[in-house]
């Protein structure tokens, strides 16, 4: 539900041509994606590039990228746990590595981007523990009923 919800909203922001706001979007999206580290997330981060890249011939050269900020992502989550203490260091390392690949530079609108992300990244991260919340409550439901 979550996923078709950030892929249509990714495909209106790509289609209005806002490529500044794009980041807020599509890089705490890949930090949820790492949190749960399955194989079913490589192909939505095929499917996430696909979207994001229909208006370019850079499909392949994203792929690539998006799978790199994966694995980045996936090695920072070894040192910094998901949590909400620790949002504004992702959300750094997500602008930051965006800025890098994308634009070259860090220009004015990188506050913004950075607050977006910010509460992006909180919405997610609540989503994450709502989540693991239900599973933990799920687990323990299921083990009352066979004892």
């Known amino acids: 539900m979550i996923s078709t919800l950030v892929?249509?909203?990714i495909f209106?922001?790509?289609?209005i041509s806002l490529r500044v706001?794009?980041?807020s979007l599509v890089m705490p999206y890949l930090l949820y994606l790492s949190t749960y580290k399955k194989v079913n997330n490589l192909y939505l981060i095929?499917?996430?590039t696909l979207?994001?890249?229909?208006?370019t011939d850079k499909?392949?050269?994203n792929i690539f990228i998006f799978l790199g900020f994966y694995l980045i992502f996936l090695l920072v989550q070894k040192n910094i746990k998901y949590q909400y203490l620790n949002i504004p260091i992702f959300s750094l390392i997500q602008i930051f590595l965006w800025y890098?690949?994308?634009f070259k530079k860090i220009n004015t609108i990188f506050i913004i981007n950075f607050i977006l992300c910010s509460f992006i990244?909180?919405?997610?991260?609540?989503?994450h523990n709502k989540k693991i919340a239900g599973v933990i409550k799920w687990k323990i439901l299921n083990l009352r009923y066979w004892e």
Do not use: G, M, R
Not at 12 to 15: K, N, R
Not at 51 to 55: A, D, K, R, T
Not at 121 to 127: E, P, T
């Open 7 to 9: 892929l249509i909203l």
């Open 12 to 15: 209106i922001i790509d289609s």
């Open 21 to 23: 706001t794009s980041c």
């Open 46 to 48: 095929a499917l996430l």
């Open 51 to 55: 979207v994001y890249s229909l208006q």
């Open 59 to 61: 499909i392949f050269i």
């Open 100 to 102: 890098i690949v994308f």
């Open 121 to 127: 990244n909180y919405i997610f991260l609540k989503i």
